[in-house]
């Protein structure tokens, strides 16, 4: 599985982006997808999840409410639509694949996505 995320920029305080993840190559069935991110000095943080058949979605405690995480399986397709940015969502922001076997999980352990994408940098300053 490949994983390509596009989308990332310079976005003022307050703005808006649209993070997209494409996936080519063998995709194991029913597998949940996730958005995590990483600061300079920081570890990796959990961003939003969701499951094989978009049912069931969780997010991070500091997006959650801004952030929506959603998928088009016609298209191999992951997105992060994130609203009212303020600079600490300032980051790298990577995709992953979980092969997780069922269509209405999604999981928020870094651990246990087997897949990543190369990341897309987001930063929120005016």
């Known amino acids: 599985v490949q994983l390509q995320a596009s989308g990332g920029g310079l976005v003022q305080p307050g703005g808006s982006l649209r993070l997209s993840c494409g996936a080519s190559?063998?995709?194991?069935?029913?597998?949940?997808m996730g958005w995590f991110r990483q600061a300079p000095g920081k570890e990796r943080e959990f961003v939003a999840a969701?499951?094989?058949?978009?049912?069931?979605?969780t997010y991070g405690v500091s997006v959650k409410g801004r952030f929506t995480i959603s998928r088009d399986n016609a298209k191999n397709t992951v997105y992060l639509q994130m609203n009212s940015l303020k600079p600490e969502d300032t980051a790298v922001y990577y995709c992953?694949?979980?092969?997780?076997?069922?269509?209405?999980?999604?999981?928020?352990?870094?651990?246990?996505?087997?897949?990543w994408g190369q990341g897309t940098q987001v930063t929120v300053s005016s």
């Open positions: 969701i499951s094989w058949g978009g049912s069931y979605t």
């Open positions: 190559g063998f995709t194991p069935d029913y597998s949940a």
């Open positions: 992953a694949a979980d092969p997780v076997g069922s269509p209405i999980v999604a999981r928020r352990g870094p651990a246990e996505y087997d897949y």
